[in-house]
């Protein structure tokens, strides 16, 4: 968690999700990325997070084994690295790689918060490092995501704490609740994944933001309020996805036999 200075404690704030509320796609791939342009880790590992971004381009839905499949990679190749460099590579890669990949629509409706005078904070499954800086470019409060522990400014390569994800981020906007003062019944959460369903519940004000099919169920039996950026067409059918990571899959496979790498591409696919 971020620590950002004294709020109002006006008694209502608002939570927004990352990945697919404010920033279109998945902004740890996107870290991921950048960390390979910044020679952190082999090509075989950046063709699997191509085809994961296939895939959750294809299906809008994020699945909890990719979730922990990017975790456990993250901190893989984060493992001996200091703090201040994967602090100032984040730094870039939002400028380079995220910063563009923002909702306009979902920035304003953060903004409105703001100007309301409501404090805002992202909570995310994305690594606290990105949060953090996403939440400063935006004028956000503050930032609540996975940790990764460190040692004497050294990455180990294991959490600190749990993965911000599901009932995690409940449990952190209720203890952040507690710490400022925020009067739940009176807060607003943002998310598109049916996984954020309890942070959601937990607030008087529910919002869902390009939702995967369950939450949009959810939210429509539910009468909760629906924002979808995606432009025509945002409904892929299940052959599309096929194809669509297929494809993909194939133009890695392709990168991977120019790089020299296509064994090991396939067995990583």
């Known amino acids: 968690m971020t620590e950002p200075g004294p709020d109002a ?23 991921g990325k950048g960390l390979y342009a910044r020679k952190y880790f082999r090509a075989g590992i950046i063709l699997r997070a191509l085809w994961l971004e296939a895939w959750f381009r294809a299906t809008g839905a994020e699945h909890e084994g990719h979730i922990v499949e990017i975790r456990e990679t993250v901190l893989s190749i984060i493992e001996g690295r200091t ?34 005078g409501r404090p805002v904070w992202l909570v995310t499954a994305a690594p606290i490092e990105v ?13 609540i995501g996975t940790e990764a522990e460190s040692v004497e400014g050294v990455y180990t390569g294991r959490l600190h ?54 939450l949009l169920r959810h939210a429509r039996a539910a ?17 599309g996805a096929a194809v669509g990571g297929a494809v993909l899959g194939g133009l890695g496979v392709e990168l991977a036999r120019r790089l020299g790498l296509a064994g090991r591409a396939r067995a990583d696919l």
């Not at 949060?131 to 004028?139: E, I, T």
Request: charged share 20%; glycine share 8%.
């Open 161 to 214: 704490g749990p993965l911000m994800h599901g009932p995690a981020k409940a449990d952190a906007v209720r203890a952040l609740a507690l710490e400022r003062g925020y009067d739940l019944s009176r807060c607003s959460a943002y998310s598109d994944s049916f996984n954020d369903l309890p942070m959601l519940s937990l607030v008087g004000d529910p919002h869902v933001v390009n939702p995967d099919g369950d």
């Open 83 to 116: 703090v201040q460099e994967l602090a100032a590579d984040s730094e870039q890669i939002f400028n380079d790689s995220i910063a563009g990949r923002l909702w306009p629509q979902a920035t304003a409706l953060a903004d409105s918060h703001l100007s309301a």
């Open 223 to 239: 009468n909760w309020p629906v924002h979808d950026f995606r432009g025509p067409g945002r409904r892929r059918t299940i052959v």
């Open 131 to 143: 949060a953090r800086v996403c939440a400063k470019h935006l004028g956000l409060t503050g930032a």
């Open 9 to 31: 404690r006006s008694g209502a704030a608002a939570f927004f999700d990352l990945d697919n509320t404010m920033v279109r796609g998945t902004s740890m791939i996107q870290l």
